[in-house]
Structures are given as structure tokens and as C-alpha cells.
């Protein structure tokens, strides 16, 4: 799913995850980063806060799990990223829903009801999946 994302994606883009710990949020950047032609090597930046992955597009990958106030996102550079042709993949977007965009695409990851499973919604997004 996330592969068929990256063949449509054009730059500027803003995903959000949502979703608890371990329910496949990297694993889904990961999968945009081989279709952007950046290969196997997204991994999660939990404590270096942002990954860069270069392919046909930059995608850039935050981890906002620590982030609890304004001063700790200014200190990431998020908003340098904003308005960029980069595209953001953005864990744990709920730790700084008010300084989304207007326009992002939201893909929220569940564990399913099966051990190996999950419901991934995705909101806002125009393309074919």
C-alpha cells in the first residue's frame, strides 16, 4: 500500500501516522521510502527525531513521540520542512496536531483482529491505493 502511495506522490506532501507503539507506523515509511527508490532503509528515528531518505523524492521522517511543547518542535527544524518539495512521514503526529498543515494525508495503523493484522485508514488522500 504504502509502495502504490510513493509511485503517486509528487513532493510536499504531509503524512501523519497515528496509531499505538509497534503497529507497523516505520514499517509503512519504510514502504514509502523503496517506492520512492530510496530502498530498504528506513528504520525509526525515536532518538535521532528525524531521518532523512533520498530517492526520487527526499522524504523525510520525524518521530514526534517526545515532542510536548512548541520549544521542543522548533528545536527539530519541522517547520523548516513545511512548504518544501520534500515529503514528511511524521510519527506520533498527535503530539503536534496543531501545527499540521491545513492539507496532510492521515493514515491511522490498529492492530487488527488477528495477531498479524491491521486496519489502516487513511484520510485525505486523492490518489489510487
Not at 507503539?21 to 530502498?39: C, E, N, P, Q, S
Amino acid at each position: 500500500m504504502a509502495r502504490r502511495m510513493a509511485e503517486e506522490l509528487t513532493g510536499g506532501e504531509v503524512i501523519a501516522f497515528t496509531g499505538g507503539m509497534g503497529v507497523g507506523k516505520t514499517a509503512f515509511t519504510r514502504g514509502l521510502a523503496i517506492g520512492l527508490g530510496a530502498g530498504d532503509v528506513a528504520s525509526s528515528p525515536t532518538f535521532a527525531l528525524i531521518n532523512e531518505y533520498v530517492g526520487r523524492l527526499t522524504l523525510e521522517h520525524f518521530d514526534m513521540y517526545r515532542i510536548e511543547s512548541w520549544d521542543d518542535l522548533y528545536s527539530t527544524g519541522f517547520f523548516d520542512y513545511l512548504d518544501t518539495d520534500r515529503v514528511l512521514a511524521i510519527e506520533w503526529s498527535e503530539n503536534i496536531e496543531a501545527a499540521l498543515p491545513k492539507e496532510f494525508v492521515h493514515v491511522d495503523i490498529r492492530p487488527g483482529p488477528e495477531e498479524n493484522q491491521r486496519v489502516v485508514t487513511i484520510n485525505g488522500w486523492k490518489g489510487r491505493l
